[in-house]
């Protein structure tokens, strides 16, 4: 199990990230492709619930790491990302899909810089 957190100014709990091992070791075999879903829902909080995940070889959906943030801004995202690359060991994903948020984007572009970005199928349409 692998989990992050940050505080706040005033050291309230900020931002939240964990994954498992099964997530861990599904990311090095599956790191192709990597979905980044900030529209999943929100806790009562009206804090965004980020999950991260990819496709097996069955084409079934695999959860690499779920994070709950304060808010979505670059800030957050880049934090969150750094998060992801030390639990999965500095491993890049070779491909990036997102709903196209523009923060979201270039968080992508500051963490993973050698990853293509790409929008979802469903957002596209």
């Not at 994954?19 to 192709?32: A, E």
């Not at 999950?51 to 880049?78: P, Q, W």
């Amino acid at each position: 199990m692998f989990s992050k957190f940050s505080l706040d100014e005033e050291r309230r709990l900020h931002n939240i990230f964990w994954c498992d091992g099964t997530s861990r070791h599904d990311y090095s075999v599956f790191r192709d492709v990597l979905g980044f879903d900030a529209t999943y829902g929100r806790n009562r909080y009206k804090c965004p619930l980020v999950i991260v995940s990819g496709l097996d070889h069955y084409m079934r959906t695999v959860v690499f790491d779920c994070a709950i943030l304060s808010n979505e801004v670059e800030k957050s995202y880049v934090w969150l990302l750094r998060a992801f690359l030390e639990a999965m060991k500095g491993q890049e994903p070779n491909s990036v899909l997102t709903n196209g948020d523009l923060t979201m984007k270039s968080a992508m572009n500051a963490v993973f810089p050698n990853a293509h970005h790409r929008l979802c199928s469903w957002h596209l349409l």
